[in-house]
């Protein structure tokens, strides 16, 4: 079996980059971006034997039974490290003054943040960081780590050979992370400047 088509579950602009860095490697590669779960649902489940699931940086679900119908393991690009699994983990990061973050490439399972890691790494974070400062040097880190994968996904339908680092810390979600980036008449101004340090778009009042 070899590699003919990888679909790249991400935003459009991301995933022109990353499917070009793909077909540096494999230049009759086929990549299809998908940005939904609409999208996604539209991929036909008999059609995916030669084909591999990269999500990038992406909030949506793939359901167990479209996994499966991918011959070997999709991978997820998780923007966080093992210590900080589900959703939004650069704002939590930035509101605990985490002065360490990094990024984490897993095996994607029917649990979300679950699957075998296969890469990590972690970078310093400065106490003047804002999020808007963290998540540009998480896609930084993001797309080095993926070039330096992208010869063996382009073209070998193995698994990626796993790593020791066990996932830990709170799962968090979208509903604690609305919590932070609200603002309150009862909080105090340093809590409303670290909310708005952590927040940013995010942040309501």
Same mark, same amino acid.
């Given at each position: 079996?070899?590699?003919?088509?990888?679909?790249?579950?991400?935003?459009?602009?991301?995933?022109?980059?990353?499917?070009?860095?793909?077909?540096?490697?494999?230049p009759?590669?086929?990549?299809?971006?998908?940005?939904?779960?609409?999208?996604?649902?539209?991929?036909?489940?008999?059609?995916?034997?030669?084909? &591999?699931? =990269?999500?990038?940086?992406?909030? #949506?679900?793939?359901? !167990?039974?479209?996994?499966?119908? @991918? +011959?070997?393991?999709?991978?997820?690009?998780?923007?966080?490290?093992?210590?900080?699994?589900?959703?939004?983990?650069?704002?939590?990061?930035?509101?605990?003054?985490?002065?360490?973050?990094?990024?984490?490439?897993?095996?994607?399972?029917?649990?979300?943040?679950?699957?075998?890691?296969?890469?990590?790494?972690?970078?310093?974070?400065?106490?003047?960081?804002?999020?808007?400062?963290?998540?540009?040097?998480?896609?930084?880190?993001?797309?080095?780590?993926? &070039?330096? =994968?992208?010869?063996?996904?382009? #073209?070998?339908?193995? !698994?990626?050979?796993?790593?020791y @680092? +066990?996932?830990?810390?709170?799962?968090?979600?979208?509903?604690?992370?609305?919590?932070?980036?609200r603002?309150?008449?009862?909080?105090?101004?340093?809590?409303?400047?670290?909310?708005?340090?952590?927040?940013?778009?995010?942040?309501?009042?």
């Amino acid at each position: 079996m070899t590699i003919t088509d990888i679909v790249l579950l991400t935003q459009s602009a991301e995933g022109a980059v990353l499917g070009k860095i793909l077909r540096e490697y494999n230049p009759l590669l086929h990549t299809v971006v998908v940005s939904d779960k609409t999208a996604l649902d539209t991929l036909p489940r008999d059609g995916l034997a030669n084909a &591999r699931l =990269l999500s990038f940086c992406s909030p #949506v679900i793939v359901p !167990a039974d479209l996994l499966k119908a @991918f +011959p070997g393991p999709s991978y997820n690009f998780h923007p966080g490290p093992p210590d900080r699994p589900g959703r939004f983990p650069s704002v939590f990061a930035i509101y605990e003054k985490a002065d360490r973050y990094g990024i984490t490439v897993h095996e994607m399972t029917e649990q979300v943040d679950a699957g075998p890691i296969v890469a990590a790494e972690w970078f310093p974070v400065s106490p003047e960081a804002d999020v808007v400062a963290l998540e540009t040097l998480v896609l930084e880190c993001m797309v080095m780590v993926f &070039r330096r =994968l992208a010869p063996f996904l382009a #073209v070998n339908p193995s !698994a990626l050979p796993r790593v020791y @680092f +066990p996932w830990s810390g709170t799962k968090r979600t979208k509903a604690e992370c609305d919590a932070i980036c609200r603002i309150t008449p009862d909080l105090s101004e340093a809590e409303i400047e670290i909310r708005k340090k952590a927040c940013g778009s995010l942040l309501k009042s």
